[in-house]
C-alpha cells in the first residue's frame, strides 16, 4: 500500500477530529452567541436556537464517530493485508461522499429559506477553524481515495 494513501486517511482523520471539536465547542457557548431578532412569534427564536445547538452537537458526536471509525480503519489497514485496505477504501470514499453532501447541503441551506429569528454571532475564528477542519478532511479523504483506488502495481 502507498504511504501517500495512509498519509491522506491521517489527515482525513485529524480533519474529522478537529471538526468534532470545533463544533463541540461552538455548541457549547452557542447561547452566548445568540441574540433574537424582533418577531411576532416570541417563541420561534428560542426554538431555532435550540435546534441550532441540537444540531451542531449531533455534528460533533457523527464527526468524532466517523474519525474514530476512520483511525480505526487506518490503522487496520496499516497492519492486515488486503482486507484492511479495501476497508480503507470503503471508508475513505463513503466519507468523502457524505462530506461533499453535508457541505453542500449547509451551502443551499445557507443561500435560501426565511430570515432566521435567532441570530447566531459565531466568532469568525471558530467559523474559519471549522471550515479547515472540513476541507482539511475531504482533502485527506480525497488523497486516500485516489491512491487507494488506483489498481497498478506499488514499485
Request: charged share 10%.
Amino acid at each position: 500500500m502507498r504511504r501517500s494513501a495512509l498519509g491522506g486517511a491521517c489527515v482525513l482523520v485529524v480533519g474529522l477530529a478537529a471538526l468534532a471539536a470545533g463544533l463541540y465547542y461552538d455548541q457549547a457557548h452557542l447561547t452566548q452567541w445568540t441574540h433574537f431578532a424582533e418577531s411576532s412569534d416570541l417563541t420561534r427564536g428560542p426554538i431555532e436556537a435550540e435546534t441550532a445547538r441540537i444540531f451542531t452537537l449531533l455534528g460533533a458526536v457523527t464527526a468524532a464517530f466517523a474519525a474514530t471509525i476512520a483511525g480505526g480503519s487506518t490503522v487496520l489497514a496499516a497492519l492486515t493485508g488486503r482486507t484492511g485496505v479495501w476497508v480503507l477504501r470503503l471508508i475513505s470514499v463513503l466519507l468523502l461522499v457524505l462530506m461533499l453532501l453535508v457541505t453542500a447541503a449547509l451551502v443551499v441551506g445557507s443561500l435560501t429559506g426565511d430570515a432566521p429569528v435567532a441570530i447566531i454571532d459565531t466568532p469568525w475564528w471558530l467559523l474559519a477553524t471549522q471550515w479547515s477542519a472540513l476541507a482539511l478532511a475531504v482533502a485527506g479523504a480525497g488523497t486516500a481515495t485516489t491512491q487507494l483506488w488506483r489498481f497498478v502495481p506499488d514499485s
